[in-house]
């Protein structure tokens, strides 16, 4: 798969140089781009969800903020059925070992 930035809700990718603005939004979805959840810091295995200790705490990670330290991240589009939680993945392993 190719990594490429895209709208972290539905995969679109964002083609123009630079780093989209606050008020820039997806033309798919209409949803936010300059967000948590499209930058190469947003972590969710750490406290407050961001590796970089400068930047202040943003509470809604969909949504756009002003972060200074927001930097696009380039990887492959995982689509959301496939991006299931591991509760999730964990009980569809154990129904495929039981036969359900």
């Not at 202040?56 to 990887?75: P, S, T, W």
Request: glycine content about 6%; overall charge positive.
């Amino acid at each position: 798969m190719a990594m490429t930035r895209h709208c972290w809700k539905c995969g679109t990718e964002y083609r123009l140089p630079g780093a989209p603005g606050r008020g820039e939004a997806c033309p798919r979805c209409n949803s936010d781009l300059k967000v948590c959840l499209n930058c190469i810091h947003y972590d969710p295995r750490v406290a407050e969800q961001c590796r970089e200790r400068r930047a202040d705490l943003v509470g809604e990670k969909h949504l756009a903020n002003y972060c200074e330290y927001f930097d696009f991240i380039r990887r492959a589009y995982v689509p959301p059925a496939e991006n299931a939680s591991r509760e999730a993945r964990a009980r569809d392993t154990l129904k495929k070992l039981l036969g359900d």
